[in-house]
Each structure stands twice: as C-alpha cells, then as structure tokens.
C-alpha cells in the first residue's frame, strides 16, 4: 500500500520542513515494506496521515521538535525491538498526533511490531543526505512497475510455488472424483485428498509456507473427521473444500502480496451448519497471517546465508587451524599460485575488454580457490573468494563485463588473492589491506545483491562505493610463524633421492680414501724400518772400511811420505760409503715428512667423513617424518571402522614420535589402516560378547611402532577373539590345500592365512573387504622387502607384527671373515667381544657352552647360522667371540677372525631381492668389495635356510583394493579431490579420480566404480550434465549411484540434480560421517537390487 | 670393471666383435632385440632397454641364498644382483665357451645374469612368430610372452622384471641353523 501525500501549504518555512519530513516518513514506510515489516510500514503511515492534518503553524513547529526523534525511535526499534516497539506506541500516543486508534487498534499495532522482528543487518537510510540505496528505490519501481508492497518474485520462489500448485491440484483431482451420494467414493476420495493434502503440508513446510502448512493442517484436520463420520460430508462440504482449494490456488500465485493470506484465511473462521467442522480460531489466525507475511519476502531466498555487511580481522585471518592437514596444505600451496595468476590474468583482461569466457573462467577459479581453502581451513582466501564468486556469477548472469569501478575492485581483490598466497608461502608478510579489500567486495556484493548489478556499477557509484571502504592500515597482526608455516623450498623427491645417494657414495669412496691412507701409512712405516736398517749397514759398512783401511795402510805407509794420523787418505769406497749412510739417513728423514703428512691427510680424511656423514644425516632429516603425522589418519579410519560395525573400541598409539623415511611411512599406511579394520570387523566382539565373555566393554586396539636397527616394527594388537583357526583349516581344506586327516599347527595355519587370495569369508564388507585378507597386506609388505608375523591366542586377541626396511642408512659395523666371506655385522645387539683364547669351551646337556669371564653362554657358529656349506668353512679355529644379546638371553656367536669396526653405509639389496632373514642389506667396502651387512639378533631369533628346490611363480600383487568397492571421485579442485580421495581410501575404498565430467565419463567407459562423487560446478561438463549423461546411458553405469557435493545451498540447485538423477546431494561442508553412512546406504541398496535381479 | 654398452656400440678389445648398432624404428620401421643364449634357451630382450656386458667385474657372494643368485655386483656405487638361469633351468654350463655377464636396466632397476657368449643384435621382423608356445621349463612358463623360431633355435620374450623377481624371494626353511 502506498499513499503520496497531499500537497502541503508551502507559504511559509516550516511547512517545507513538514514537507520534507513527510516525504523521509513515507520513505521509511516505503523501505519497511520492501522488509516485510508491515507493522514498521504501519506506524510510518499513520505517523504520514496525521502529518497531512494541516497543522496550524504553532503545532507545526511542535510537530518538528517531536518528529526530530523519530528517526532514533525507528532505529531503536529495528536494534531491540521489544523496547523500540514501546517507544514508537508511545510516540504515536502523543496529543499533537491525534492519531484516531481505539486502545484495542493500538494493541493489535504493538503485537504487529513484536511479532514482527526486524532485519537487523538492514542499513537505514541516513538521516540527511540519501544516498544510492534510497536513490535507487523509485527507480526499481519505475522498472518494476510493480506494487511495492509485493516484493519481486525469484525464480527460485516461483519454482517452489510450481511444485506446491501441482500439489494442490492433486489434491482437487481426488475432491472432484468423489461421488457425494456414494458412501464408498466419498471415502476413498477423502481418504485420498487427505492424504496428498499432507503431502501438500510437508511441501510447504520444505518450501518454507509455514503459513499455507499450518492452514493445511487444520483443513486436514475437517477431512480427517469427514472421513470418520461419513454421515457429516455432503455436497455443500464438498464446494467448502474445492472454494477453499481455488483460494489456495489464489494465495500461491499472490503470495507476494502484502495481504495474499487474507484470501485463503476467508471463510476459514465460520462456523455454520455446512460449514468448517473445526473454523479457524481467530488467536490462530493472527499468528498463520503473521506467518505468511514473512513468506512472502523469505520464499527462495531461506537457504540462502545472509551475507555480512562488515569484514573482520578473522575473515581475513591466514592463521592456519591446529589440526591442518599438512598434505591438503601443500596441495594448496601448490597450486594457489597458479590459480591465484590465473583469476589475476582473468580480471585485468576485463579492465582492456574482456568478455564473458574471462569472467566464467575467474568465477571458476574462484569457486575452485574458495574450496580449497575452506577444505584446508585458510578463512581469509576462503571468504574473500566466496564474495568474489558471488559477484562474478551476477556478472556472468547479467552477461555484461563489470564497469570500471567493480573492475577496480576485483583487481584489487586479485593482488591481495596473490599477496595472501605469497604470504602463505612465507614469501611476504600477510597483505596490510586485506580486511578493505574485502570490505570493499562485501559492499559490492550487497549492493549486487540489493539493488542488481546494472543500478549500480556506473562510474556515479563508484564514489559511493569507495567512501565505504574504510582502510585499516594494521588489520593483520602478523602471527608468529607456524611450524608448518616455516620457509620452506619445494624439492622434488628425486633430487633429495639423488642428494642422498651421491652422499652416500661420498662416504664410501672417503672410506677408500681412508683405507688407502692407512694401508700407505703402513707401507711408509715399514720403508722406515727398512731405512733404519739401511742405515744401520752404511754405518756397518762404514766401520768395515775403515777398518780395512787401517789394516792396509799399516801394510803399506812408504808411497805418500805421512803418516796416517799426519793427513786422512780416501779412496773411492770411503766415499760411496760415505754417500750411502747419507742417503739413508736423507731417505729416513724423507720418510718420516712422508708419515707426517699421511697423518694430517689421515686427519683431513677423517673431518670429511665426519662432514659426508653429517651431510647425509642432514639429507635423511628431509626425507624424516614423525610416524604422529599420520596419526590423524589412523585415527579417523579407526573411528569410521567402529561407527560402520558398531563396535566400541578405543585405539592407542605408541611410538608415533619416531622419525622415519616418508615413502617408508606411506607405504605403511595402506597395510596399517587395513590392520585396523580387520582388527575392528574381525577381531574385536560386540559390546555383548565382550560382556559375556568377562572382557572390558570397549575393546582395546594397540599400534606400536619401534626402531629396530634398520627396519620399523610394526606391531598390531587387538583384544579380541583372535585367529579362527577351525575357519582357517576349513577354508584350506575347501581349496584343497589340505587333506581332511592331515595334521597341521597352529603356526602353519597361520602361514596358510598369508597366502594370495585365501579368506575365511566369502562375502565382501565395506570395513575390511572380502574377508581377514591378511594376503593382501602380507603381500605389500613383501613387496617392500619386510615380513609379516602373525601371533593368535583363542579368544584373547591377535598381534600381527610387520617389520619393514628403512632405506640406505648408516650403521657402525664389525668387519669379519668367516667360511670365506667377508661380512660387515650391525654393532646392535652386541654386547662384548673377546678373543678365542679368552673362552672355555664346555659342553652340558649336550649343547655347546662358550665359559666367558666366569659365565656360561649358549654359543653358535657364524657358519651354522648361515648355512655355510663344508667346504668353504676354515679349517683353522675360531679366532673371535661375539656376545649377542637377543630377547634377555645373551648368545657366543663365533666368527673366524675379526678384520675390522668401521662406519658403513647401509644399501638396499635392491628391488629383485626379498627380505633375507638376518640381513639388513650391504655396503661398498672402501676396496669396492660388496659385503652383506648382517643383523646378529634377527639372524638368532629366526635362523633360516635358504631352498634351493623352487618353482618360481609370478609374485601375486595382491592388491587391497581389488577386493574393496570402488568411487569415482569428480571434482575440478585438486585440493578437494585429494582431500576426499584421502578420506575414502582411509575409509577402505578403491577410489578413482576425474578433473571434470568429460574425463569422468572417459573413465567410466573403462571402469565400473560402485559409486560417483560429484561436484557440481566444473569446467567442460558440470556435475548436473555428467548424471544426465549417466542416466541416459544404456549400460552397465546407468544405475550408478550419484552423490553430488557442492557449495550451491539453493533449492533450485538442488532440483536440478535431483532433475538429472543424483541419488543425494550434500552441501559443503561435508560432514565425513554423514558422508560414509550415506554412501553405505546407498551401496547396500545398489547390493540389494543385484540381489535381487540375481 | 669394463663395460661394453650396446647403445654405443663400443668395444675396446680386439676379440670382441663390434656389432651394429640397433637401427631405430623410425629410420627401417624394424625392431631391434638383443637375443641373449642360457644353454640351450634363446631370450630377446628389447633394444630400447640400457642394456651392457659386464666384463672384469667382480661377483660379491652372498651366503645363505638360493643358489640361482650368484651375488651381487657394484656397478658405478648401485648394488645389481646377478642371477645365474643356467642353475633355473638346469642347463649345462660346458657347451657354449666363457659365461659374460649382461646387464639389463640402470640404477636401482639394474639386473644382470650370465649370459654364453655376446649378444647378438637380431631384428624381430625376421624371426617367425609361433602361435603357440612349445613345451617350456616350468619355472618360464609363467614369464614367457611369445615365442619365435630362426634356423631351428628358439627364442623367447620373457618378462624378466617378474622373473627376476619372483627368483630374487627368499623362499626358506625355518628348520633352524645347519649343524
């Protein structure tokens, strides 16, 4: 309802200002109305009419003082409404208004007000100077050309009102099958429209008409007593029914009038003889029109969020959650740059005129950008991406590129996206302005959102657009770095790998080095003694001459005319004699510089290895990783275990903070999560078993991991039932791997679990696949070089302990010869060593005993536990003693001869050869030789012997997940792929990726996967188009259950999935647990219908 | 340690001969194979695989492995293992003169086996497939792909990454240690 105000008597100033007062009057009833707030609507008219009294010019100034608080009332009232209501009363009680209403009116007014709360994000027009919102108003009018108490219908509201309308019409159908003199028709009719009239109430409800729902109810409620008293519905009733069916009819196609509801509530309150059984209260009436007054403004707009008018510091917050997951974190950081570049490229092509491919493509990078980080739990891109969104998608709509000032905007929004990423990277500190930023794109899109896109992004409003900004220079602390936010430099793994390796041929060859040094030293040494002698002999032969020489010139003196002890004579021996002795001592003398200087480079050699050693560390400290990171995971996939069996169980992990090798620890993960499951769906019993069986209710999972030597232990443990040994042997029996009066241990049994494809069931679960599948977790970990032990007692629990290789490492080692090989032994586990000479040895009970330092040791032959045959054995004895403690006994292992301790470094023995019990794997000894390194405890605690009579057979790559149901996940986003793909491979199932419909569809040419995942929007073919294009298959996919995951909220979205045959639609965020229990139901249902065909 | 890759063609000694090198398939559209004898057994091996002999090299034995793994060689710091098929498929070590160590692959993925005699450089146009695979020792029988026949001799595809690494398994007695 809009009254225009009677000209006003403009012959003096004050009735101008009643004048302009009047005018701000009708536009707050205008604006209130446009709300939805009648009531506010209400007290502005009647405040208006009694402006339009012609006031003498005395109450005229009164009036003004009086109306210069109504604007504080109307805000006061729109911030707290119970009190504003009282004011506004109050204010329009008083005498100068002369307001005509009864006590009674003025109460209806105030209930009004009350049931009536405000939108309290709304934005009042300024009390001066009206600015675009205001400014706007006739203009929508003018365009609209419609009522302004109708608000404009949106499409989706129109479709909600389709869907209810089709109902109603179902239910007259049913009405006007009825035969009014046949009982039999009567009631079936009634029965039936009764109960498409609850159809019709729960579809209202959905659709958000409480109001039209709760009239429903009540007119059901006169069917319901039809139907029970036949005797009652006569052919009067029945046009009451059909009359109010056409008012309901009316209503739907009107809801959006102010006073639609009073059609359909006419005639609902009379009580005459062939009227309503029950007519509607008047009480109710007030409170269903109420009701439908909100309808009207809310209907298609419910589901969807308010958007904020202000930014805070926290919407802008790059502060990442303490629980982020750090490889959804590296995804994002990956490819934040990209897309962040991408939307920037997109955005600044707009400003030089672009077109509608660049906006679609900047709105697709930012819904991509926006779920990925809502997936990591980054706020500030989340919602600033969301805004950006919301603003592209309007100018994709509206088809027309934004004006020079929203262009401005998103421009600046794409160079906080990209400080933001930068910031995230550690690059930079986060961007200054992020907060204006996103204020500045807030105020765009609720202006968007108010007034549409073409009333406002003119070059007029782009002042008015930027005086909203307010720029807070210091918005963002900078929070002290996280650890997961520490600089970091993205490496690819092969050049680690590389790194790690060149280091450690580094140490190997300084090894050589060193070796060649020592052996020099030694030579040298030896060159000194023979030196020494040398000079001995000069010094010998020496006196040897002159001796001689003495003795022949006392023979002969006569021919020089002296004596000898006149004048020395020489002859050519003296000389050489003489030369000799000093060569020697020259040659010692070189010698011992020579020994010096092997010394410092001996030193020098030594601070390299010292250098390569701690290089190499440094190397493997990048490939590290606390087993805890995966922890999460462990967990969660435990959790979900428990919640699809039902079973209570509680998992404890222990030493999760050791380091170890990445790639070793993701290849853990498979095996480990289907430990658990098994643990869980096999091994543990129901909360009433457990009961019974005199267990603690919740069953107790433990998983420990422990550094042993090279390898991790991995040892799983479970409370309950353990091996089912009778199952076992009947399975092997039904395989024939058994015959029926064969004997066979519990052990062997337990060796027949491990091998390919035997399962104790033949029925596949979603918790851990078709059945224990204990072969398919054995054959990954010897596939990655480790063994599988499996540790049963009846009824108390399982223990499966997996020991797997670390890669290359480092290791102090005792270098012996024994049998003819030169082995390096891991310095673990040894606990002494002593010559032969120092042990006794004795034989008791017929076992051989080494007497060491008084006590006696169990004692072995290297020989022997290697299997060394005969005749490579030394037939010299032992020359040294090795104690060995292994499981609290302590063991004499003899070894020919001990050679040398030195720091080797541990190599893989390569891809082609398994785990050799005992071995840890080799090293390149500093002459090139290569030595196995052996692990003395594994070797006494299983000594093997080697086969020789093999049939070589293809190695079964068993593989979990072939036994698992497969999805397809689809999805645009890298980050939300991988993000679900984590979580449904946690969750035991096979999963298979594709970036958008089309490659989607590709896949599902060559693959049947037991369930799709969606997204909605993607680029090349969307989620909706990807369904259709299922459905319409006539394959084997054509049934495939479809769940959809997508940010759009809106009913309309939602219709058209369901349009296109999705079987359930989530909207994001998902919870994971919602999640899984849909996709079970979904899975069993599709189980169910194979069955049945079947 | 001498090395003769075939990619080169290179080969330093005199005795050795010098064998062409593998012709690529976009010049001739021919496919070129290495054909590698083990006794009486005739493998190929594809050309486009780094392939190398292995001469002057020294074998590092290991104990308490199947006999069929002669040990392990250190070519350029990676740790290859050798295999030894005439043990496999019980072939007679006599009849075809000195055993030369061949290479297949780099790095980690390096395996070698001992091989009678060179290679020879054979293209697979030339050989006449067979449709259906003769009798074969049972331990091939799994890896065989196809199979060809020239001048009487047969010669086979064999998938030797699974071979190798269903030979490489540690299959054992947990009877204890030798006494």
């Known amino acids: ?1094 | 340690m001498q090395t003769y890759p075939f990619k080169t063609g290179a080969f330093p000694d005199a005795d050795i001969p010098i064998l062409p090198q593998p012709e690529t398939a976009e010049e001739t559209r021919v496919e070129s194979v290495f054909a590698i004898r083990i006794g009486s057994q005739g493998f190929l091996v594809p050309a486009d695989k780094h392939c190398e002999v292995l001469d002057k090299i020294a074998v590092n034995k290991l104990p308490n492995v199947h006999s069929w793994i002669s040990g392990i060689l250190n070519v350029r710091g990676n740790l290859v293992p050798v295999f030894d098929l005439h043990i496999v498929l019980e072939e007679s070590l006599a009849h075809h003169g000195k055993r030369k160590l061949f290479a297949i692959g780099r790095g980690h993925e390096a395996m070698a086996l001992w091989i009678d005699g060179f290679p020879e450089i054979k293209d697979r146009a030339t050989l006449s497939p067979l449709h259906e695979l003769p009798a074969l020792p049972q331990t091939l029988q799994d890896f065989a792909v196809c199979g060809y026949r020239q001048d009487g001799q047969l010669w086979l595809d064999i998938i030797f990454n699974d071979l190798f690494l269903a030979l490489g398994q540690h299959h054992h007695a947990t009877e204890g240690m030798a006494t």
């Not at chain 1, 009694?50 to 504080?72: K, M």
């Open chain 1, 1 to 1094: 309802m809009n009254t225009t105000p009677p000209p006003l008597p403009a012959e003096n100033a004050t009735g101008a200002a009643i004048e302009e007062q009047l005018g701000r009057i009708q536009q707050l009833a205008d604006q209130a109305a446009s709300e939805g707030l009648y009531g506010l609507q209400d007290v502005n008219l009647l405040l208006a009419e009694a402006l339009q009294e012609n006031p003498s010019a005395a109450e005229a100034a009164d009036l003004l003082t009086l109306l210069s608080t109504w604007h504080e009332l109307i805000n006061g009232y729109r911030h707290q409404p119970l009190h504003g209501t009282q004011a506004l009363i109050e204010f329009l009680r008083h005498p100068q208004l002369k307001i005509p209403l009864t006590e009674d009116e003025f109460a209806l007014l105030q209930e009004q007000l009350v049931t009536e709360p405000p939108c309290f994000e709304a934005q009042l027009p300024p009390t001066d100077d009206n600015t675009a919102t205001v400014a706007a108003r006739p203009e929508q009018e003018t365009e609209s050309g419609t009522d302004p108490a109708s608000v404009p219908v949106s499409p989706v509201a129109q479709e909600l009102v389709d869907l209810l309308l089709l109902e109603s019409e179902r239910v007259r159908t049913y009405l006007h099958s009825i035969i009014a003199d046949d009982k039999n028709s009567v009631g079936t009719g009634l029965q039936q429209a009764q109960d498409e009239l609850e159809r019709l109430v729960n579809a209202s409800v959905t659709a958000g008409f409480e109001g039209l729902a709760a009239i429903c109810v009540h007119v059901g409620n006169n069917i319901q007593h039809f139907v029970e008293h036949l005797d009652s519905f006569n052919s009067a009733r029945l046009d009451l029914l059909l009359i109010w069916l056409n008012r309901v009819t009316q209503y739907l196609s009107t809801f959006n009038e102010a006073d639609a509801g009073q059609k359909i509530l006419t005639g609902l309150t009379d009580a005459h003889p062939d009227g309503w059984i029950f007519p509607l209260p008047d009480e109710e009436v007030r409170s269903i029109l109420a009701q439908m007054r909100t309808t009207s403004t809310t209907v298609g707009a419910q589901s969807e969020p308010a958007r904020a008018q202000t930014a805070s510091d926290d919407d802008v917050s790059l502060i990442l959650p303490d629980d982020v997951n750090p490889e959804l974190l590296e995804l994002l950081l990956h490819e934040l740059p990209g897309h962040t570049l991408q939307f920037s490229e997109a955005v600044q092509r707009l400003q030089f005129g672009g077109d509608n491919r660049d906006i679609e493509l900047a709105q697709r990078v930012a819904h991509t950008l926006k779920g990925s980080a809502n997936t990591v739990g980054v706020k500030g891109i989340a919602h600033l991406t969301h805004q950006l969104e919301d603003i592209l998608i309007a100018c994709a709509k509206a088809r027309k590129p934004p004006g020079r000032a929203l262009t401005g905007a998103l421009i600046n929004a794409a160079d906080c996206l990209e400080a933001m990423s930068e910031s995230l990277s550690n690059f930079s500190p986060p961007p200054d302005d992020a907060r204006a930023v996103l204020q500045d794109i807030l105020d765009w899109a609720n202006r968007i959102d108010r007034q549409g896109l073409s009333a406002l992004d003119t070059d007029a409003t782009q002042s008015a657009a930027r005086t909203n900004v307010t720029r807070t220079p210091e918005t963002s602390k900078n929070p002290a770095p996280l650890e997961s936010q520490k600089p970091r430099i993205r490496v690819a793994s092969e050049h680690i790998e590389n790194l790690f390796r060149l280091s450690g041929e580094s140490i190997i060859v300084n090894s050589q080095a060193l070796s060649n040094s020592r052996r020099m030293r030694t030579q040298v040494q030896a060159m000194q003694r023979q030196f020494t002698l040398l000079q001995q002999l000069a010094d010998e032969l020496e006196q040897l001459i002159d001796l001689k020489d003495l003795t022949g010139r006392a023979i002969d003196t006569s021919d020089q005319g002296f004596d000898t002890l006149e004048m020395d004579q020489y002859n050519e021996l003296h000389t050489a004699s003489r030369r000799m002795a000093e060569a020697a001592l020259d040659a010692r003398e070189i010698s011992l510089d020579i020994n010096k200087e092997l010394t410092v480079l001996s030193e020098v050699l030594d601070d390299q290895q010292r250098l390569a050693i701690e290089t190499q560390e440094e190397v493997m400290q990048t490939r590290l990783v606390a087993i805890a990171t995966i922890a999460p995971r462990l967990q969660r996939s435990f959790r979900q275990a428990c919640r699809l069996t039902g079973k209570l169980s509680e998992l404890t992990l222990l030493g999760e903070n050791i380091l170890i090798d990445a790639d070793t620890l993701n290849a853990l993960i498979d095996p480990i999560m289907h430990l658990l499951r098994n643990a869980v769906d096999h091994g543990i019993e129901s909360e009433e078993q457990r009961l019974l069986l005199g267990k603690p209710q919740i069953g107790a999972i433990v998983l420990e991991f422990e550094r042993e030597g090279n390898n991790i232990k991995v040892c799983c443990t479970d409370d309950g039932h353990g091996l089912d040994y009778a199952a076992i042997r009947a399975t092997a029996l039904k395989r024939g791997e058994l015959q029926p009066d064969q004997a066979i241990s519990e052990e062997q049994l337990q060796q027949l679990l491990l091998r390919p494809n035997f399962s104790t069931r033949s029925v596949t679960s979603q918790t851990s696949g078709r059945g224990v599948g204990m072969d398919a977790v054995h054959a990954q970990i010897i596939a990655q070089g480790g063994s599988l032990i499996l540790n049963s007692e009846t009824g108390k629990g399982l223990t499966v302990t997996m020991t797997i290789p670390l890669p290359l490492s480092l290791t102090h080692a005792l270098l012996i010869d024994t049998g003819g090989y030169r082995l390096a032994v891991a310095n673990k586990g040894i606990v002494q060593i002593y010559h032969a000479g120092e042990a006794e040895a004795i034989t008791e009970e017929g076992l051989e005993q080494l007497r060491l330092e008084g006590v006696c040791h169990a004692s072995v032959k290297l020989d022997d536990l290697l299997h060394i045959p005969e005749q490579r054995r030394s037939q010299r004895p032992y020359g040294a003693v090795l104690l060995v403690k292994t499981q609290g006994q302590t063991t004499a292992v003899q070894v020919d001869a001990l050679i040398d301790s030195q720091d080797v470094v541990i190599k893989s023995l390569g891809r082609y050869i398994g785990k050799i019990p005992g071995f840890i794997g080799a090293t390149i000894l500093g002459d090139g030789t290569v030595t196995p390194v052996l692990d003395l405890p594994e070797l006494l605690r299983a000594p093997t012997r080697a086969l020789d009579s093999f049939h070589a057979q293809p190695m079964i790559q068993a593989k979990l997940e072939t036994t698992l149901p497969t999805v397809m996940v689809v999805d645009d986003s890298l980050s939300q792929r991988r993000a679900l793909e984590q979580l449904l491979e946690d969750a035991g199932f096979k999963v298979l990726t594709a970036r958008d419909g089309i490659e989607a569809a590709e896949l599902l040419a060559l693959n049947k996967p037991d369930l799709l995942l969606t997204d909605l929007e993607m680029p090349r073919m969307n989620g909706i188009e990807l369904t259709a294009h299922i459905r319409t298959q006539n394959n084997r996919n054509s049934r495939l259950p479809v769940i959809m995951i997508t940010s759009r909220s809106t009913q309309k979205h939602r219709l058209m999935a369901e349009d296109a045959g999705i079987d359930a639609y989530f909207t994001k965020p998902v919870s994971d647990q919602e999640l899984l229990l849909e996709m079970q139901h979904l899975l069993e249902q599709t189980q169910d219908r194979g069955n049945q065909v079947a």
